[in-house]
């Protein structure tokens, strides 16, 4: 007798795996570098779960003596010439400079920044669709909008135990600026190829 052979072809496609996590923790830091924890969505991936990495800060207090404000901005570089063994500049050392566009360009889908000071975004924040910011000092001040499209977006005003700071804590956000978790539209139809991740469902502020 014959033999039956089947055969089964399937054009190739893209998968994404998880990134990592980076932890940060310290009493002073300067954070001009490029820090990148993004993942790719493959083609059958458009529904999944998060996979981008996380990002964790933590600008910690010394004991008995406050900590740093935390400023998200733009901010300016440190001198080409600095280095690791080199004193900040002293405004450098009193608040720890974040820059805006690394965090919307990092493509991290989990960011958490705290501080037992303030913390204050002076300009505008885009996490990756379905990510999560979470922002946590004494005061918290949001002057530019945020945006975590189908995601979530945590403001936490708390005083730290052991810290001279005052027993007042606020969430301020000024006039006319948005937090934004809204999902997008989505439409395949007006496209060739059906790419880029499905985040219809509205988010979560707290």
Same mark, same amino acid.
């Given at each position: 007798?014959? &033999?039956?052979?089947?055969?089964?072809?399937?054009?190739?496609?893209?998968?994404?795996?998880?990134?990592?996590?980076?932890?940060?923790?310290?009493?002073?830091?300067?954070?001009? /570098?490029?820090?990148?924890?993004?993942?790719?969505? /493959?083609?059958?991936?458009?529904?999944?779960?998060?996979?981008? /990495? &996380?990002?964790?800060?933590?600008?910690? *207090?010394?004991?008995?003596?406050?900590?740093?404000?935390?400023?998200?901005?733009?901010?300016?570089?440190?001198?080409?010439?600095?280095?690791? &063994?080199?004193?900040?500049?002293?405004?450098?050392?009193?608040?720890?400079?974040?820059?805006?566009?690394?965090?919307?360009?990092?493509?991290?889908?989990?960011?958490?920044?705290?501080?037992?000071?303030?913390? &204050?975004?002076?300009?505008?924040?885009?996490?990756?669709?379905?990510?999560?910011?979470?922002?946590?000092?004494?005061?918290?001040?949001?002057?530019?909008?945020?945006?975590?499209? /189908?995601?979530?977006?945590?403001?936490?005003? *708390?005083?730290? *135990?052991?810290?001279?700071?005052?027993?007042?804590?606020?969430?301020?956000?000024?006039?006319?600026?948005?937090?934004?978790?809204?999902?997008?539209?989505?439409?395949?139809?007006?496209?060739?190829?059906?790419?880029?991740?499905?985040?219809?469902?509205?988010?979560?502020?707290?």
């Amino acid at each position: 007798g014959g &033999t039956n052979t089947r055969r089964l072809q399937e054009a190739g496609y893209t998968e994404g795996k998880a990134a990592g996590k980076v932890s940060i923790e310290a009493y002073d830091m300067a954070l001009d /570098g490029k820090i990148s924890g993004g993942a790719i969505y /493959g083609e059958h991936q458009r529904e999944s779960k998060n996979l981008g /990495g &996380t990002l964790a800060i933590n600008v910690m *207090a010394q004991n008995g003596l406050n900590g740093h404000d935390v400023n998200i901005g733009n901010t300016v570089p440190l001198a080409s010439n600095f280095t690791a &063994t080199d004193v900040l500049p002293v405004a450098r050392a009193e608040t720890v400079e974040i820059n805006a566009n690394m965090l919307s360009n990092s493509g991290f889908e989990n960011i958490a920044i705290s501080t037992t000071e303030n913390v &204050t975004v002076n300009a505008a924040v885009k996490v990756a669709d379905g990510g999560k910011l979470s922002l946590s000092g004494r005061d918290v001040k949001v002057n530019k909008n945020i945006v975590a499209r /189908g995601g979530s977006i945590a403001l936490k005003s *708390a005083i730290t *135990a052991g810290t001279l700071a005052a027993d007042d804590t606020n969430i301020k956000i000024a006039n006319g600026v948005v937090l934004d978790v809204s999902g997008n539209w989505v439409n395949d139809k007006l496209s060739r190829t059906a790419t880029g991740r499905v985040i219809t469902d509205g988010g979560k502020v707290t």
